[in-house]
């Protein structure tokens, strides 16, 4: 287990050395990139860029919350909605869709790394992420794409060798805010591998409002590893009198170490009545909600 405080003092010592010009850093909210900008931020202040890319796949609010909690740096917030969308356009495959995120970061950042001249790249990568990608479990976009293409004179990972609850530890010892810090993990993709098949605007917004209600009704009662939802496929309901071909959304709740293995949480019954309840008539067109009892493995923790 690192000693945060210690892991704090040398990593910045670290970036300090390391990096000689403007950095850029992607920002998606989560635990590990919040880190890591603090961590750069601290170590080379105005030479860092934090980017975030909005990529119409993130959680509810999620643009909002960013700016709010990194009003201190010179963020730049880039909408990328249309451009993700239309890389994503039918595409079914799980791994098609993974990497067609990647390449639309890769463009995103480019384009930014180019405008400001940054020469460094810091990324939080983490050690499950490597273990996954290397293993060929699937290929995690952030490992598996930006290094090897972009033409960065240096790319920095100070997170590489920390597990997810060591990462939480440093969170603290920076003081970053208990909504960041216990944050639970999302993955890079954002909602696209919640999606089972194409991502299409409409599936987007039903997923979005979906996870929202699940977090909503899980994360402070529970305190799951990671709580989500995904849409599956279309099934009949009837909601009124009327017969409705509608969206099938499956609940996920796990217990986990580090996400290498989970246990499907059990929630009480009434629990999940009232988010069934919530989501099937809170959103119009969802006539169906299941709740996935399978561990990692054999199942994975997302869906694609
Ligand atoms: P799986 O689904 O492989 O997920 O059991 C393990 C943990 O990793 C997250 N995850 C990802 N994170 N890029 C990421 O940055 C990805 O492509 C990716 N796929 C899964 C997942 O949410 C879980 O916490």
């Known amino acids: 287990m690192v ?13 300090k ?6 950095a850029i850093i992607a920002l998606s909210g989560g635990v590990d990139s919040s880190v890591c900008a603090v961590l750069a931020h601290r170590a080379i202040g105005e030479l860092l860029t934090p980017v975030y890319i909005d ?17 201190d740096m010179n963020l ?4 990328g909605k249309e451009r993700f969308l239309n890389s ?13 995120v990647g390449e639309a970061f890769i463009r995103e950042f480019e384009r930014e790394a180019r405008m400001i001249g940054a020469k460094y790249l810091i990324q939080g990568t983490i050690y499950p992420d490597r273990i996954e990608s290397e293993g060929g ?10 290094p090897s293409v972009m033409d960065f004179e240096k790319i920095v990972e100070p997170l590489a060798e920390l597990y997810k609850d060591e990462v939480r530890e440093v969170a603290r010892a920076l003081g970053l805010p208990r909504g960041i810090s216990d944050r ?8 696209s591998v919640r999606i089972i098949g194409e991502v299409t605007e409409d599936k987007l917004d039903v997923v979005r409002e979906a996870n929202a209600i699940v977090e909503e009704e899980l994360v402070e009662q529970f305190a799951p590893w990671q709580t989500f939802a995904a849409l599956l496929e279309k099934g009949t309901g009837v909601k009124g009198d009327v017969r409705v071909h509608g969206w099938i959304i499956a609940v996920r709740a796990v217990q986990s170490r580090d996400g290498m293995t989970a246990e499907a949480m059990e ?18 067109n969802v006539s169906r909600v299941l709740y996935d009892l399978t561990p990692k493995p054999p199942g994975t923790i997302e869906f694609e």
């Open 88 to 100: 994503l356009r039918g595409l079914i495959d799980p791994e098609k869709k993974r990497k067609a």
């Open 3 to 15: 000693k945060a405080d210690k892991f704090v003092h040398e990593s910045i010592e670290k970036i």
């Open 267 to 284: 929630l009480p019954w009434e629990v999940l009545k009232k988010i069934e309840s919530r989501i099937t008539s809170e959103i119009p």
């Open 184 to 191: 639970m993990p999302f993955p890079g993709p954002g909602l």
């Open 76 to 79: 730049e917030v880039i909408d």
């Open 137 to 146: 479990i699937k290929s995690h976009h952030n490992v598996g794409g930006l």
């Open 55 to 71: 990529t119409g796949l993130m959680r509810k609010g999620e643009t909002e919350r960013i700016k709010k909690v990194f009003a």
């Open 17 to 22: 050395k390391e990096v000689k010009g403007r």
